[in-house]
């Protein structure tokens, strides 16, 4: 019976502006009620726990036009920027590299994909021209683009799927915005002569039968409850933990392990430089003139020390551990760095710029890949996954080289979870490293995806303090 409830005179005025067959959203209920949003949040806190309302949380996302998509909304896309370069005489490639700028590498790749330019040698030089389609007058993506603009729009509204996945993978084309709502609706209707207030005196009335409130104690953070696990587990396989900075030498982070200086890898595209700053006391004179030496030999080109001594965020946690080891000329060791690396990638719901690795060596004499198979296999059993298997693969510094599969039971499919192998001598030998070593390392904000059954690696880094503090594992 409801006249044996007491309401507060907060709780009679929500329910005085609810409805029992419609629901109405939080804002429209302040409006209503003429009541502050903590009185509101307070009411209808307490009317959730007499079971009188129901709350609905929802959200809707929106897609507006990032930077690179708001430029081309203002003049145009790259690739139409080359068509028209060219549309009235055959350039030469270098002339629409300086013309077109950072825009050159995506114009070129999207007008050629589209067969709108043709790329020809002639007399030494490379020479672009109109290709054989005849570009339309406006393409999906670009009527995308333009029907977009200076918006949000729902996602939910665009009917054009297909262009919305082409420009998702395109550079900071597409940014996604989530808008969160709450509506209030009444679970059974109440007159209002039922409601018994409580008495504005000093003798306030206190329902002892009501729920107590629920408390939320603290909890270690989901992605950092992983990395200590990966830390335990490695320790109590005989593994010593390394540090060092986010900052490292181009040396150490791509010439040491033998990428050369024009990989595409090593192109802004890809890592984060800091401009103008460069480190002359990269290493030894003896590590600098070995690598080099075996740069030159094996990728016939001219080394440059300059390339070698630009400053980047550091794209993995090798870095670390190899020039530990040779620093220090260990021949007997097993040793992890774990922390966070940075690729200029665009975000999704697998990739991040900046994320965290965890990358372990073991250098000795008697050691193969059965060996890392082995450690590969109790590690994963370790953190609940018993489904794993070996496929060989390519890394630029690994020969031979395997990934390590695991089956995600929450998709169905098989995901790479590891990589690993025997680290060239191209890379142990100018360091003066005689004895093999073995190499592993994977990303583990993806150990983390498996650990707690998420497809969404962005979900780690949202604010949603009630997500984050329901995280259940496996």
């Known amino acids: 019976m409801l006249a044996s409830i007491i309401f507060h005179p907060i709780e009679k005025q929500i329910i005085k502006s609810l409805n029992i067959k419609t629901s109405t959203e939080f804002y429209l209920l302040l409006q209503k009620t003429k009541l502050n949003e903590d009185q509101l949040r307070r009411g209808i806190e307490w009317l959730k726990l007499k079971n009188l309302i129901d709350v609905i949380n929802t959200q809707e996302i929106f897609v507006s036009l990032d930077t690179n998509a708001l430029f081309a909304y203002r003049h145009s896309t790259p690739e139409r920027k080359i068509l028209k370069l060219v549309s009235d005489k055959p350039r030469d490639l270098q002339e629409l590299k300086k013309l077109l700028k950072s825009d050159f590498d995506v114009a070129i790749a999207k007008a050629k994909k589209n067969s709108w330019i043709d790329i020809m040698s002639e007399s030494q030089n490379t020479i672009v021209h109109l290709g054989k389609v005849i570009p339309p007058s406006i393409t999906p993506e670009e009527k995308l683009i333009l029907s977009i603009g200076n918006k949000k729009i729902p996602e939910k509204e665009i009917v054009d799927k297909k262009s919305l996945e082409s420009l998702k993978k395109r550079r900071d084309f597409i940014k996604y915005n989530t808008a969160k709502s709450k509506s209030i609706i009444l679970k059974k209707k109440i007159k209002l002569d039922e409601l018994i207030e409580t008495k504005q005196n000093n003798n306030r009335v206190i329902d002892v039968e009501s729920e107590v409130p629920l408390f939320n104690v603290a909890r270690v953070h989901p992605l950092r ?45 890809d890592t984060f430089y800091l401009e103008d700053q460069s480190n002359v006391g990269i290493a030894t004179s003896q590590q600098i003139k070995n690598v080099s030496a075996i740069h030159e030999q094996k990728w016939h080109y001219k080394w440059k020390l300059s390339e070698a001594q630009k400053m980047t965020l550091r794209t993995h946690t090798t870095c670390i551990t190899i020039r530990h080891i040779a620093n220090h000329k260990l021949e007997n060791a097993q040793i992890f760095s774990l922390g966070r690396v940075f690729r200029n990638e665009k975000s999704s719901y697998k990739h991040l710029s900046e994320f965290h690795q965890i990358e372990g060596l073991i250098i000795g004499k008697d050691i193969n890949l059965r060996h890392l198979m082995g450690i590969q296999k109790e590690f994963c059993r370790r953190i609940g996954i018993t489904k794993i298997k070996f496929w060989p693969t390519f890394f630029p510094y690994t020969e031979p080289s395997l990934q390590t599969m695991v089956y995600n039971e929450n998709t169905g499919k098989w995901l790479e979870l590891f990589g690993m192998g025997i680290i060239r001598p191209e890379v142990t030998n100018p360091l003066g490293i005689k004895k093999p070593i073995l190499a592993f390392g994977g990303g583990i904000e993806r150990i983390a995806m498996l650990k707690y059954m998420i497809n969404d690696v962005r979900e780690f880094y949202t604010n949603d303090l009630t997500m984050l503090r329901n995280f259940k594992c496996r």
Not at 241 to 261: H, R, V
């Open 225 to 269: 409850e992983t990395i200590n696990d990966i830390r335990d587990i490695l320790i109590s396989f005989g593994f010593s933990e390394i540090q060092g900075p986010l900052i490292q030498s181009s040396f150490w982070n791509f010439d040491a392990l033998f990428t050369p200086q024009n990989h595409p890898v090593r192109e802004m595209q």
